[in-house]
DNA sequence: CGGAAAGGGGACCATTTTCGTCCTCTTTCG
DNA sequence: CGAAAGAGGACGAAAATGGTCCCCTTTCCG
């Protein structure tokens, strides 16, 4: 299958010598393409544009841009317009759209760990487990530094981005919280 | 198989109504077990246990005991001591360690897409990508967040969480922005 | 000096998730 | 009323995860 090697971002890399085999954190490629659409729509803000031209404009396979378009507007960030002539548009500014919305849109609500969220069922060291309930401490960070970055951050500079292709990655380690 | 139901918090959870399927940032079972053994460790601090009495007193199979283990020693987490009388140690205070390091040493460092870490290779949209490089801030962002809590954190007053067992999970997803 | 108690390092297999596609239904414009 | 869109969900293949096991090395102790 994969009809396009490695999605939007290239996830395929079988092997890295890491300490561990996966890469924390992984984001999923689905909230990797709502970014990538919803930067694109970015651009002509406010316009209505069709699944099928947001697919051929990025280059991502038409259904799965309309299933993920579908998600983002469940998830509250398009607002979409059926029909002929339908379509979907990006009624909110990119500066007020949190990438924290657009992963909990694609992927479910941030929660670390079953325990967190309320399942109180089998937890089989219930006694002994000495966390229960802690991880929340953790998810909050997590949440919060997700809501300090929007689509406008990720949009911002994308010329020089597409410029820097290749670079060393200087740009990390910025923001101090 | 599922020698013991859940793991160590209880992952069994079918289906939930949520926006999405998933759970974001679905931290890997293999972190919280790291966290419930290191905690499990910070009790005697500085003492020498066997993977065998760690499983024992988490109730956690020892051979999963024993593997995270091996993946905290690796990670500079954990000192082990070879042969008879051997067993693994925690020479770091539990303020001094970070969650951050707890989950690169059993999942990888952290990154949320491949054209983060350094991957030029296979990205399908490059001339249209228009994040390439962005995700950046978000990975940092987490990051910092990750580093902000400690296993001393996690840790703390484990008493009181135990009453709370079952409590109404008010304190996920607060904050506001 | 030899055996038993540990840990080190992987290989391996089963299960679970993820993801990409497709199909059918509904809405709306002309 | 028909065509152009989106809504919604079912499905199947592929990949990641997790859990176990096995064999090797180290070290203590008798």
Chains 1, 2 share one sequence.
Not at 136 to 165: G, H, P, W, Y
């Amino acid at each position: 299958m994969v009809p396009f090697p490695g999605g939007a971002h290239g996830t395929a890399d079988p092997d890295r010598g890491a300490t561990a085999r996966g890469r924390m954190f992984k984001l999923s490629r689905m909230a990797d393409y709502g970014v990538v659409v919803l930067s694109r729509m970015a651009r002509d803000q406010g316009r209505v544009v069709t699944a099928y031209e947001l697919s051929e404009r990025t280059g991502l396979p038409q259904p799965t841009v309309a299933k993920t378009l579908k998600l983002l507007t469940r998830g509250g960030l398009l607002e979409s317009h059926r029909g002929t002539q339908g379509g979907y548009s990006l009624d909110r500014a990119p500066t007020e759209v949190t990438v924290s919305e657009i992963i909990a849109a694609l992927e479910g609500p941030v929660a670390l760990t079953a325990c967190v969220d309320g399942s109180d069922e089998n937890c089989a060291v219930e006694s002994l487990c000495p966390i229960r309930g802690h991880w929340e401490r953790v998810n909050e960070a997590v949440k919060d530094a997700l809501d300090s970055v929007t689509l406008a951050d990720l949009t911002a500079s994308q010329e020089e981005a597409a410029i820097n292709f290749g670079r060393p990655r200087d740009v990390a380690v910025a923001s101090d919280a």
